[in-house]
């Protein structure tokens, strides 16, 4: 693990020397390396793009199963193992299984985790001929918005609240922009409930913009600056996603499709059958 770790952190690095070369005699040096965070940020959103497509179509689909659930609730409320084995199933059909809705979250960590040890210490996985490895070296790169991006917010406020603001107003903006995804991805729905991990999704969702917004006071700007430009442009995959697959549909409608589906079905059962009249009537004669 710490092998691949290091290879993952000097990727990282050579990528993030690759936007600052094309960058550094466009802007000042300081603007250059923030500038290459936003870039090697939707470098990395673009390559796991195809899992966030999965999270968006895992969280659509836990919503747009609930009417199925409440009758599957009500049909085996008495039966809770044959419950559980109809809503696993249909979980599985549907493709809402909570792992798909974690599983872009747990493989961006060791990016997070390698993206924290570069910021850190750059010189140790940076080429120190490349020009960013220059001016690192030289110590010619300032502040990026007033933060010196490998400095922590906590760093920053022992230095003075003056010169703490921009780096509170960056863990301020990627808490909201965290909720406003959230808010976004579940406009106009119920919250999923009934199913096995639903409860511990949304915990996990309330929670975890608070608690990456909470350990990233001690975490290097450059890093906040990534997890806010994350949020913004996984904002607009989910709004270009939503665009293409259509929002789902509101939970009130749904129930209501449900439920006409459930009487039609009703009426067929219900209906008389042609020889159970006859039946009848040889019965009464006997």
């Not at 959230?182 to 915990?203: L, M, N």
Request: proline share 6%; hydrophobic share 45%; glycine share 8%.
């Amino acid at each position: 693990m710490g092998a691949a770790f290091d290879l993952l952190k000097e990727g990282l690095g050579s990528v993030l020397a690759f936007f600052y070369g094309l960058l550094e005699g466009l802007m000042s040096e300081g603007l250059a390396l923030g500038f290459s965070i936003v870039l090697l940020t939707i470098f990395i959103n673009l390559v796991v793009f195809p899992l966030t497509l999965k999270q968006t179509r895992a969280t659509r689909a836990f919503t747009e199963i609930q009417p199925e659930i409440k009758r599957i609730q009500k049909e085996y409320k008495d039966d809770p193992p044959e419950m559980q084995k109809h809503l696993m199933a249909l979980q599985k059909s549907a493709g809402a299984t909570p792992g798909g809705c974690l599983l872009p979250l747990l493989v961006q960590m060791p990016i997070w985790f390698a993206l924290f040890r570069l910021l850190q210490t750059p010189l140790d996985s940076i080429d120190p001929v490349s020009a960013l490895g220059v001016a690192l070296r030289d110590g010619t790169v300032k502040t990026f918005l007033g933060m010196d991006l490998s400095t922590t917010p906590s760093e920053a406020v022992s230095i003075g609240i003056l010169v703490a603001v921009p780096y509170l107003i960056m863990i301020v903006l990627m808490v909201a922009t965290q909720y406003v995804q959230q808010w976004h991805a579940t406009y106009g729905q119920e919250r999923p409930s009934g199913q096995p991990g639903a409860g511990a999704q949304q915990a996990i969702t309330k929670i975890m913009p608070l608690f990456i917004g909470f350990i990233s006071w001690n975490f290097p700007a450059g890093l906040v600056l990534y997890w806010s430009t994350s949020n913004l442009f996984r904002l607009g995959q989910q709004a270009l996603i939503f665009k293409i697959d259509g929002r789902p549909t509101p939970m009130a409608k749904a129930a209501e499709e449900s439920k006409q589906v459930e009487d039609s079905d009703e009426g067929q059962v219900k209906k008389p059958q042609s020889g159970a009249a006859k039946k009848r009537r040889r019965r009464r004669r006997r």
